[in-house]
């Protein structure tokens, strides 16, 4: 504990570390503050009395936007629509030949398909907005119903809002510290626990409650699905590396280095789940701007976060987006090139074009029963609501706010490690320590 106090002192001597985290601190209170401003024209007071009426996919929802999503704030739509215009964008890389061009041009293709991105955010969020009013608000929050005097103002407010967060979340990932739009839905997910817990604790220790041997059974299966889940984000699949000896003119022959390559079981961290969500709001968002019964009774299939084929299509696209993200994010061929140009090679394979086959066969192994396990523990709030937990408490019993929270603060504690570790502290984490030359190839441990 002394060591622990003692690591946390010397992260606040590193001027650049301390002024990133107060930098994030400071942006994540603007992005909660805006979560409790009301959009103009509404009642708060009857939206308060409706705010825990919220079921299906909307609860879930809300619980990633903090509450903003139920209390018919500034920030309701929250960074979503962003999530949806980078997951299109991604999908036409792979189908559209100009978008694969900008990938391959370097920064200024980065740029362009950034620029393209938040375009497409602003289409998306103007879509969702005139149904997100339709449907969450309530008619009778609305003081001065019409459409020049609400709906139009109201749509202006929640897409330059959802532009706004947007901002927030680059700022963050560019001055601050961790993957801004990953801490923007996390800390929306921790600020429903306090809230969440207290009421299981009310539902348990009532008449109709299984009392306090109930509550603490939950707790110790909510810490074992914690630290599972910590095992699926921290596993890593080590393929031995040796690089050649040196011989430098005068001086004794140098033994050759051996070291590793860790490939992660789950290299696309928690952009699978949030790509499968984002997806699957598509059908209720469709749904507002038509009056097919088809449509509808299709769409209250994504609405039902309890029902079987919500969590089995679920799980499919988070394997599917698994596979993808994966394949993205990770280049066997570039890993595989830059063994030999440092002069490294793995035992027994070939360098070049079969120590690329290899490391992509490796990963597609790897990848396989971390897609799964990540799709089971995506789909067990559904099993905690069945077994008697109550609705929101259920959502971090695994599923996408457990999975979001672990991998989002074990990401910026790998980054708070990094910082420590160049100044010559000791880590957070003994097991962030990078190891010789493996994170030269793409896979930081």
Same mark, same amino acid.
């Not at 929050?141 to 202006?156: C, D, E, K, R």
């Not at 709030?381 to 996408?400: D, E, I, L, R, W």
């Not at 999975?403 to 708070?416: A, K, R, S």
């Given at each position: ?33 805006? /979560?409790?401003?009301?959009? &103009?024209?509404?009642? &708060? $007071?009857?939206?308060? $009395?409706? %705010?825990?009426? $919220? ?16 209390? %018919? ?7 979503? =629509? ?55 608000? =309530? ?53 429903? !626990? ?8 009310? $539902? ?67 952009? =699978? ?16 701007? /038509? ?79 971390? /897609? ?8 067990? =709030? ?45 880590? !957070? ?17």
């Amino acid at each position: 504990m002394k060591r622990f106090f003692e690591t946390i002192a010397n992260i606040f001597k590193i001027e650049e570390l301390r002024n990133r985290i107060l930098i994030t601190l400071g942006f994540l209170l603007v992005y909660r503050a805006g /979560s409790f401003i009301v959009l &103009p024209g509404l009642d &708060p $007071a009857v939206l308060e $009395a409706q %705010a825990n009426s $919220a079921t299906g996919l909307a609860a879930l929802l809300n619980v990633f936007a903090g509450g903003a999503f139920s209390r %018919a704030s500034i920030f309701a739509l929250g960074i979503m =629509p962003y999530i949806s215009a980078s997951i299109i964008m991604q999908l036409l890389g792979i189908a559209v030949p100009s978008v694969q061009k900008m990938q391959k041009e370097g920064e200024s293709g980065r740029k362009k398909i950034t620029q393209w991105t938040r375009f497409l955010t602003i289409a998306i969020t103007a879509v969702q907005a005139p149904g997100y009013l339709a449907t969450q608000v =309530p008619p009778d929050a609305v003081m001065n119903p019409g459409f020049m005097t609400f709906t139009l103002p109201s749509v202006i407010i929640l897409t330059s809002s959802t532009l706004f967060v947007m901002w927030l979340g680059e700022k963050i990932t560019d001055k601050g510290i961790g993957n801004g739009i990953s801490l923007l839905i996390m800390i929306g997910i921790i600020a429903g !626990l306090p809230t969440a817990f207290l009421f299981e604790y009310g $539902a348990q220790m009532g008449e109709t409650g299984g009392g306090l041997v109930i509550l603490l059974i939950e707790m110790v299966f909510l810490l074992a699905i914690i630290l599972v889940t910590v095992l699926l984000v921290q596993g890593v699949r080590r393929v031995p590396v040796q690089f050649a000896k040196k011989v430098v003119s005068g001086q004794p022959q140098a033994v050759g280095a051996r070291q590793y390559i860790p490939l992660k079981v789950n290299a696309a961290g928690v952009m =699978p789940i949030i790509f499968a969500q984002a997806l699957m709001m598509i059908p209720i968002t469709l749904v507002n701007f /038509s009056d097919s019964q088809e449509l509808t009774g299709f769409a209250a299939l994504f609405n039902d976060i309890g029902g079987f084929w919500y969590n089995f299509i679920f799980a499919v696209m988070i394997i599917l987006f698994t596979y993808f993200y994966t394949a993205i994010t990770v280049n066997p061929q570039q890993m595989a090139d830059d063994l030999k140009k440092n002069g490294g090679f793995i035992p027994g394979v070939k360098p070049g074009t079969h120590t690329s086959e290899f490391l992509d066969n490796v990963l597609s192994r790897i990848t396989l029963p971390g /897609s799964v396990f990540l799709a089971l523990i995506a789909i067990l =709030p559904a099993f905690a609501m069945k077994a008697g937990v109550s609705q929101n408490f259920s959502y971090f019993f695994g599923g996408t706010s457990l999975l979001i929270m672990v991998g989002v603060v074990l990401d910026t504690l790998q980054q708070i490690e990094s910082y420590l570790l160049m100044r010559h502290y000791d880590g !957070l984490m003994k097991s962030g320590k990078l190891k010789g030359r493996a994170s030269a190839f793409g896979m930081a441990g």
